[in-house]
């Protein structure tokens, strides 16, 4: 039986400060990170259902970027960053 292995990401653009300005991660492999709540206005109820659908359909982890920040990173499953 062959493993199933699914990467989602999304890359979210924004017109905002810095247009054209994409942010890259040094090297050392920190990633600066934006908060979806206060930052972009979304909904945590909508992140939380998100996550719930994401976790009921066999997804192993879930990274959404915003301008290259990091916006909501998530694993599922029993999976984690390694």
């Known amino acids: 039986m062959k493993a199933r292995v699914a990467v989602f990401v999304v890359l979210w653009m924004w017109a905002g400060p810095g247009i054209g300005q994409t942010y890259f991660p040094p090297a050392d492999g920190s990633w600066e990170t934006v908060d979806p709540e206060v930052e ?3 909904c945590p109820a909508a992140m939380d ?3 719930a659908f994401l976790a009921a ?3 192993r982890a879930f990274l959404l970027l915003q301008g290259g920040r990091i916006a909501h990173e998530a694993y599922f499953n029993g999976h984690d960053s390694l």
């Open 49 to 51: 259902s998100l996550d």
């Open 40 to 42: 972009l206005g979304w």
């Open 57 to 59: 359909n066999g997804t």
